[in-house]
């Protein structure tokens, strides 16, 4: 079985998951309900003005970006079922960060809390989070080279 195949499975196995079922009744609730759908209609099409511009010139304006933040929050606010949706995203996206996660780990190694450019109270956590990817089994482990550091600003206290 090809890659695209098994990427098809993964979808497909994604789909039926809590948070993908559960994010896709959170939006139909909105579509069911006139005054939300149009609230929410009009921050997606803000949203997507601003993923244009960001595909154009890589760079959003921040006074777009703080507007959105903004009308999120007020759409939040006034409409239960919106905040239901953006709730319910947030889970989703944990779910899709950790299959993103597990994929770059398969493909490039493991590596060690101790690695990575973190905070140590928060190193046990994500130890946690690498030994469910693993499965319990033994992973190539990841070389982490000073290069691939550059860039990144760390807290002073690491």
């Given at each position: ?29 909105i579509?069911?309900?006139p ?121 002073p206290?690491?």
């Amino acid at each position: 079985m090809n890659y695209i195949d098994k990427a098809r499975e993964l979808g497909e196995a994604l789909s039926q998951t809590p948070e993908v079922q559960e994010l896709k009744a959170a939006e139909a609730a909105i579509m069911a309900d006139p005054a939300s759908k149009e609230a929410f209609a009009q921050y997606q099409e803000k949203e997507r003005g601003i993923v244009t511009t960001q595909m154009i010139s890589k760079i959003a304006p921040e006074k777009d970006t703080i507007s959105l933040l903004d009308l999120k929050v007020r759409l939040m606010n006034r409409y239960p079922l919106i905040k239901a949706y953006f709730i319910q995203q947030q889970s989703y996206e944990k779910l899709m960060a950790m299959v993103n996660l597990t994929l770059t780990t398969a493909m490039h190694g493991m590596p060690s809390a101790n690695d990575l450019p973190i905070p140590e109270e928060l190193k046990g956590m994500a130890q946690q989070i690498l030994d469910k990817i693993s499965g319990g089994n033994v992973m190539e482990k990841m070389q982490i080279s000073p290069d691939m550091l550059k860039g990144i600003k760390l807290p002073p206290t690491l």
